[in-house]
């Protein structure tokens, strides 16, 4: 395959106005251009015949996971300075189009993250970064798992935490409402521990998917998680509570924004609110708003937080902070129109990011975490938080 | 699957598009930079190769990283190759995988260069370690080198019964890269891939169904015995290889089972389109298969199996379930998946692009599943705009009578969205909605009226559009928006909607009669500045108007008549001509101008607004072409239901049967390599491992045991075989396998199976002693029965030596297993080779093997041979055509290793031709013959005619050139033609010399350094006597046997058949039962090929 069939992917990228509106799939006359964009990257994979499009997305996008955790971050200048060890990690997730190992537990094993350390040492000795040692782990039945763990601290956190979709109408009335959670776990325990955990409420996970060290058949007859963990961090579960239970929506937004056709004045207000949430605070608001294009500038005084809007972009952006109940925070001021256009037929919507620490909005609760197959007592730990996901409020 | 080198344009890519986003003109700079450089360039790449030649390891890596980073930036670095080649053997683990990556890329273009690095991969497939030697095949599989296509065939040959199942998985990736290099190999790779069906390891499922889908497609046969084990695995192999495996059973049940959809269609309220049948075919069908479906067991199977994935993580892998139970499950049961699709729309935008295209064709067809889900559809503004026009789609296929209303309103916030692209797509789906559900159209319509006011023009053109599409439907009524819209006409410019209400004014003049010359007047001032697409609007107004109100509009039609004679366009002046002759009057027209109004003014039917998903229903869900909505390369239709079910038994895998079958194999491999097979078996799956060593022992034990206690009942299965069998004198050992087979199935099962086993081992050996006789040419061509004797001696000595083995082994096993027994046996049937469902071609296989393990006793009677020793040599016998394929015409060869009659540098080839037939199969012979460059063939002079059962061997000659490339040919007969192919064993390619042990080590004094390819092997004590060495290295390799002083050395030699060079073998014994073994020869691809040949030979027990 030649280089120039990217030629292809620039001169979409080119037609698109936007980076997210490059189509996924291109096709062109001999090859299919695959691309995911994520970290303000594109990764294209170039395909001959036909194969599940979801199949190369997926590969692409756990290869960007694979960089990220390798390096961490995935930008244009990592993968430059660390184009070796790049080409050294694709060769082993991929032989012939096909992938090969693509858990980084594994892929750690195989080919050692470059670290400073590591690579002082690596001077020094002339070790290398890959692993002489075979993965243990593809080849047995935890693949996911390598063998030999040894810590001092045994020690096991969860973290649940839930989003809230949601689409605000312009009354304040909820149109979409659903949670979409997690549960991500950082496993730091010796030899081959067997865990499980249960929930107080389990029926309240309507759809689920699970890590593939966790065993279905448990879970399907009897509603509890038994796995035996990957070394690390990894994403245990995700779940979904439907759109049939009534959520729970943490905050108001209270907005006022108007174009007049005559002057090129407008009138922007917004008060956020707290509303059930259960006596937690709800911290690290942010507000963000995509302004329409004939928005020349914004004069605002928030009452708490500070705000930038940028004129090129037109997106304005208030950084809120904590919310106190007894003086909510709001934003008010003018918003200048540029001259001779008529008003903007449709008021921005407003995205709002929040977080509230020790709560599941959804209500589940771990019940207990019990451990098998090893002696020793591990150090548990359990942390809820709710956050905000796509929640729009239309104005 | 995918392209190779993915990953190569994937970096390159990559690299590349962060460029892109930099600086638009990338390539514009960096081409003359890498001009201007060039001269440096040389200058780096002398200091690299020095780096590369050092002694330290330091230098050399860091020399391989810069290379490797100038591959990145794809500059080219192939003159780099001698120097980076050398470095293949480093022991730098790092800088090895760095020489891998650059070998892959320039192995292709550097072919000669790259042939030095194969012998140290091919040291490597033999490393202990299995990481070693799994990418030492998988680089070697990389190569892209024509030439090496043998030396690769025999290495995924070898690595396909590796004991480690990482190296098989590997193997089974090697398959599809053999097979894109060189499809010529494909009968050979499909017996692979057959191999490897039967793996029981999770590691390997995913990988060999990938190379079945690459391979053979179309060899569904190859699936049945393997179908349930697939399903029962499926859970537990790696996330990808279940992507493939779920698609590749898609497509095997739409093949197998039959539909399950028949009950529903009549049930189901949404069905109103049946897939696949037209509706009267299904009604029929509908009154007989009421109620008598049930579905198959295998089918459940499936279906309950993958239900599970649906919670994977891995989004490609509930993609493939979901179209596997849209496209196999009964109706009420696929609404499963929708929950699952709908919970991917949170993973990331491309997912979602992907996922939505889907649920959008299924929506179009089962509105019922995504109901529930609609509000998941609802558009956020912050959605790509792709995302937010297959929302809509799937929003607009969702609308029914109960949900219009909140839809509506929904819409009516995306009309006024800032995207005016995605404004204009709601526009459209609201007329969507407005003709399909008729409570809702005057709404839509009135919605869409107030929208012309709007100030967007887009959005008011799109609207004028989609009014006009739905007043067609119902223009009774709408004097007024028609009105409306004329004034509009002033402001409007967009083209389409100008044309659109130009139509309808002119379509319905009759009923604005004041307005409609009006606007003709208008439109004829601007006709010059109009669009063309206006313009023509603009013509048939004026033809309409002077068909039905001439007296005001004749002169006004003229003048527009007269603008489009001149126009610039060669589409209106045509239409001009066109309409004049039409409805002008004049004394040329003819009869048709009578016809005029009714041509113009005819009743329109209604266009119907549809879906743009409406057709995409004929892909299969979750393909690349259901995405692009056109074939990709490599799509495979999904076929139709069958109307009847194929027979479900051939996925029956007989407890019996294959108790039997694994025995009689057990045997066959015992006799071959008794002690390595054994364990490679044992050891196929960890927690397999214990019951497998177990049983197989267990039964040979079991079988003894009964022997001693119970004999009487196993004697008669063991006599009526016997009995049948022709006594031969390989009778021996055959029987013994009878017996043992017999025995195994009777302890194992109990007394009805027991009736089974004997009566397929009767049948089996019945097959056998035909087969026989059936090749008695081959047999009459052994030379002397005494040389026969001592073979079936030593066959009969090796399968004692095996039983002892088996005892020792058996002793330790015995109780564990005991109670196990019968869940074993059932687990076997996967693990053996279960050939064909129907016990004839079992025969045929097991006799094949057969007649080249015991029969074939021709003996090689070359005159240069100084026999010192009595050596056998057996001719190994090779299908050339199977009798099934061959419809009935089977086809074996053997090399007879006599010099060949039809020219220098031929090596001959017994062909033995049979019919297996009831009817003459005339005019045999030999057509359109497809050799490499170099090589010739000498036909066998045609076959007039072929006896029912009749067998003959003819002679044929073939000049392989010393290479181990097949020859391909059609073996034609009367009424059909099949391609065959010949390739010959390295071993064959050489012919025996003669010489002294003085000249042999002269010669060998004249072959070393380059030419010299050696190895050390581990030999057991037993079989280090001379007589041993020499039978086995004369039965793998035609070589002749040099007299030697020293008892510990043998030699031999040979001259290849085409250019005489000489090939020397050595075999020195040293102590502690290893031996060098050394091959000097000019050719060194048949050097160290032959060499890989003879150290199993060698070393096996």
Redesign the interface.
């Known amino acids: 395959v030649s280089r120039s069939v990217c030629d292809y992917f620039f001169e979409a990228q080119e037609r698109a106005s936007e980076a997210e509106n490059v189509p996924p799939v291109i096709p062109t006359p001999h090859h299919y251009l695959l691309s995911v964009y994520r970290h303000k990257i594109f990764f294209v994979a170039v395909i001959q015949s036909e194969v599940p499009p979801l199949f190369v997305i997926e590969f692409l996008h756990r290869v960007v996971d694979t960089f990220q955790d390798y390096f961490g971050v995935c930008s244009e200048v990592m993968i430059k300075d660390n184009v070796v060890v790049v080409y050294e990690v694709l060769e082993e997730m991929l032989d012939n189009g096909f992938p090969l190992a693509t858990e980084s537990n594994i892929l750690k094993e195989l080919i050692k993250p470059p670290t400073i350390l590591r690579t002082v040492v690596n001077t020094i000795t002339g070790s290398t970064n890959v692993g002489d040692q075979l993965p243990t782990g593809q080849l047995s039945v935890v693949p996911w798992r390598r063998t030999g763990v040894k810590y001092t601290n045994n020690e096991a956190y969860f973290d649940v935490i839930e989003e809230i979709d949601a689409i605000i109408d312009k009354s304040g009335s909820t149109i979409t409402a659903e949670i979409q959670g997690v549960i991500d776990a950082c496993v730091k325990l010796t030899g081959m521990p067997d865990l499980t955990l249960s929930f107080m409420n389990p029926r309240l996970l309507d759809d689920v998917s699970f890590h593939p060290c966790v065993r279905f058949k448990r879970w399907e007859s009897e509603r509890i998680l038994s796995f035996i963990p990957p070394d690390g961090n990894f994403r245990l579960l995700s779940y979904h509570v439907s759109a049939q239970n009534l959520v729970a929506i943490p905050v108001y937004v209270k907005h006022n924004i108007s174009f007049r056709d005559s002057s090129s004045l407008g009138r922007f207000e917004i008060t956020v609110g707290p509303k059930q949430t259960m006596g937690k605070t709800v911290e690290g608001v942010m507000v963000t708003s995509q302004m329409p294009k004939s928005v020349l500038n914004m004069t605002l005084t928030p009452s708490q937080g500070t705000h930038i809007f940028d004129p090129v972009t037109k997106l304005l952006s208030w950084d809120v902070g904590k919310i106190n109940p007894q003086k909510l925070p709001s934003l008010k001021g003018s918003v200048s129109l540029q001259a001779g256009t008529s008003k903007p037929d449709e008021n921005p919507t407003i995205n709002l990011q929040f977080k509230i620490q020790q709560l599941a909005i959804s209500g589940l609760k771990v019940n207990r975490l019990d451990m098998y197959g090893e002696k020793y007592k591990p150090f548990k730990g359990i942390k809820y938080m709710t956050k905000a996901g796509k929640f729009q409020v239309r104005t | ?18 460029l ?2 930099e600086a ?1 003109p ?1 390539t514009g700079p960096s081409a003359p930079v890498a001009f201007g450089l060039f001269s440096s360039d040389t200058k780096k790449n002398e200091d690299l190769k020095q780096m590369l030649e050092s002694s330290k ?2 230098a050399k ?1 860091d020399a391989m ?1 810069r290379i ?2 100038m ?2 930036k ?1 500059k080219n670095a192939s003159e780099l190759f001698p120097a980076v080649v050398k470095n293949v053997a480093s022991k ?3 800088i090895k ?2 020489v ?2 650059y070998l892959m890329r320039y192995a292709e273009e550097q072919q000669d260069l790259a042939l030095l690095s194969i012998s140290t991969f091919q040291r490597a497939l033999k490393d202990p ?3 070693i030697r799994a990418s030492a095949l ?1 680089v070697l ?2 190569i892209r080198v024509p030439i090496i296509v043998p030396i690769m065939m025999l290495a995924i040959k070898e690595a396909c019964s590796d004991l ?3 190296v098989r998985k ?1 193997a089974a ?1 090697a398959i ?2 053999l097979y894109s290099l060189d499809p010529e190999q494909k009968e050979m790779l499909i017996e692979v891939i057959e191999k490897l069906l039967k793996d029981r390891s999770t ?1 390997v499922a995913g ?1 060999v169904v ?1 190379a079945f889908e690459e391979v053979c497609p179309d060899r569904i046969d190859l699936i049945h015995k393997n179908y349930r084990k697939l399903c029962h695995l499926l ?1 537990d192999v ?3 290889g279940q ?1 493939v495996i779920i ?1 590749m059973l898609t497509r095997y049940a739409r093949t197998q089972f039959v539909s399950p959809w028949k009950d529903d269609e009549v049930v189901e309220e949404y069905s109103e389109n049946n897939f696949y049948e037209s509706d009267e075919e299904q009604k029929e069908k509908d009154q007989k298969v009421k109620n008598t479906y049930t579905m198959d067991p295998d089918h459940r199977l499936l279906l309950r199996n993958t239900k ?1 994935l649906l ?6 892998v ?3 379930v979901a179209q596997l139970y849209w496209h196999l499950a009964p109706k009420s049961e696929a609404s499963i998946v929708a ?2 699709l ?2 991917l729309l ?1 993973s ?4 979602q ?3 939505l295209q889907n649920i959008a064709t299924m929506s179009i067809q089962r509105k019922g599943m995504f109901e529930p889900y609609l ?2 559809f ?1 558009v ?3 959605d ?3 995302i937010k026009t297959l929302k809509l789609e799937i929003l607009t296929n969702l609308a029914n009578e109960a949900n219009i209303s909140t839809l509506l309103r ?1 819409f009516q ?1 995306y009309v ?3 995207d005016k692209q995605f404004a204009a797509a709601t526009i459209q789906a609201i007329g969507r909605c407005a003709t399909n559900i008729t409570e809702v159209t005057d709404t839509c319509l009135n919605g869409l009226v107030c929208l012309l006011s ?3 023009e887009i959005v008011v053109a799109e609207s004028v559009v989609v009014i006009k599409k739905l007043l067609q439907t119902q223009p009774a009524h709408h004097c007024e928006i028609i009105k409306h819209m004329a004034k509009l006409l002033d402001n409007i410019t967009v083209p389409v909607a100008r044309a659109s209400i130009l139509w309808l004014i002119g379509e319905y003049c009759e009923r604005v009669p004041k307005i409609a010359p009006d606007v003709l007047r208008k439109t004829a001032k601007s006709f010059t500045n109009e669009d063309d697409l206006v313009k023509l609007q603009i013509l048939n107004l004026g033809a309409k108007l002077y068909l039905t109100n001439s007296k005001q509009t004749k002169l006004l039609t003229q003048y527009v008549l007269n603008l489009g004679k001149y126009d610039q366009s060669y589409d209106i002046r045509d239409r001009t001509r066109f309409i004049r002759q039409l409805i002008v009057p004049n004394e040329k027209s003819g009869a048709l101008s009578k016809y005029a109004k009714k041509i113009f003014l005819a009743q329109k039917p209604a266009p119907l607004l549809e879906s743009p998903f409406k057709d995409r229903d004929h892909f299969q869900l ?4 259901h ?2 909505n ?1 074939r ?5 239709e999904l076929s139709d239901w069958p109307e009847v079910a194929p027979d479900p038994s051939v996925r029956d895998v007989d407890v019996a049967e294959s108790a039997k079958e694994w025995t009689g194999n057990l045997d066959k491999t015992k006799k071959e390599k008794p002690t390595e097979k054994f364990y490679s078996e044992s050891e196929e799956e ?2 397999e491992s214990a019951s497998t060593s177990a049983s197989e022992s267990e039964s040979g034990s079991e079988s003894e045991k009964q022997d001693e206690e119970e004999g009487s009942s196993v004697d008669t299965s063991g006599s009526s075989t016997s009995s049948e069998e022709s006594s031969d004198s390989e009778s021996d050992s055959k029987e013994s396998t009878a017996k043992k087979t017999s025995r195994a199935a009777n302890e194992s099962v109990s007394e009805n199976i027991k009736k089974k086993a004997k009566d397929t081992s009767k049948k089996r050996n019945t097959s056998n002693s035909s087969d026989t006789e059936s090749t008695p040419s081959e047999k009459s061509s052994s030379d002397s029965k005494s040389e026969s004797d001592s073979k079936s001696d030593s066959e009969s000595e090796k399968s004692v030596s095996a039983t002892s083995t088996k005892k020792e082994e058996k002793q330790v096993h015995d109780k564990k297993a005991s109670n196990k027994q019968d869940v074993f046996l059932l687990d076997l049937d996967d693990f053996y080779p279960v050939t064909t469902p129907v016990a004839a071609p079992t025969a045929a296989v097991l006799s094949t093997s057969l007649t080249a393990d015991l029969e074939g006793l021709c003996l090689s009677n070359s005159s240069v041979i100084d026999v010192t020793t009595q050596v056998a040599v057996p001719t190994k016998t090779h299908e050339l055509l199977h009798r099934m394929s061959g419809k009935g015409l089977a086809a074996h060869y053997h090399f007879s290793r006599q010099p060949s009659i039809f020219g220098d540098g031929m090596v001959s080839v017994q062909v033995t031709v049979t019919n297996t037939t009831d009817q003459k199969i005339e005019n045999i012979h030999i057509e359109e013959k497809k050799l490499p460059p170099g090589m010739r063939m000498h036909d066998f002079n045609p076959i007039e005619c072929l006896e029912p059962a009749g067998s003959i061997t003819v002679p044929m000659g073939i000049d392989f050139c010393d290479s181990t490339q097949m020859a391909s040919f059609q073996l034609c007969t009367k009424d059909g033609r099949f391609n065959v192919t010949i390739q010959p064993p390295v071993g064959e390619l050489l012919l025996p010399v003669t010489m002294s042990e003085k000249d042999f080590k002269k010669e060998q004094g004249m072959l070393i350094g380059m030419n010299e390819t050696s190895a050390t092997i581990a030999v057991a004590l037993q079989n280090s006597t001379r007589h041993v060495i020499i039978e086995r290295v004369v039965k793998a390799a035609n070589l002749g046997i040099v007299p030697s002083g020293q008892d510990n050395i043998h030699r031999f030699a040979a001259k290849t058949a085409h250019s005489g060079s000489l090939v020397l073998v050595t075999v020195e014994l040293k102590e502690s039962s290893t031996a060098q073994l050394v091959i000097n020869t000019e050719k060194t691809v048949i050097g160290s090929v032959l060499l890989r040949e003879l150290k199993p030979v060698l070393s096996q027990g």
């Open positions: 699957m995918s392209g190779n080198g993915l990953s190569y344009s994937e970096q390159g890519a990559e690299a590349a598009a962060d892109g986003q638009a990338t390891d330091s890596l990283k490797v980073g591959i990145a794809g730098n683990i790092e995988k760095l891998y990556v370690n299995q990481l998988r599989s990389s480690s199942p990482y590997n990736h599809q890269k590691l990988s990938m859970v790696e996330e990808w992507v698609h599970p919670q994977s993580r891995n989004a490609a509930v993609m493939a929950k699952s709908v919970r949170r990331n935008r491309e997912v692009y992907i996922v509000k998941s609802y956020r503004s912050t790509p705009t792709m929904e916030t006024r969205s800032q709007n100030r967007d979750g393909t690349l072409s995405t692009l056109s990709a390369s490599g799509y495979l960890e927690d």
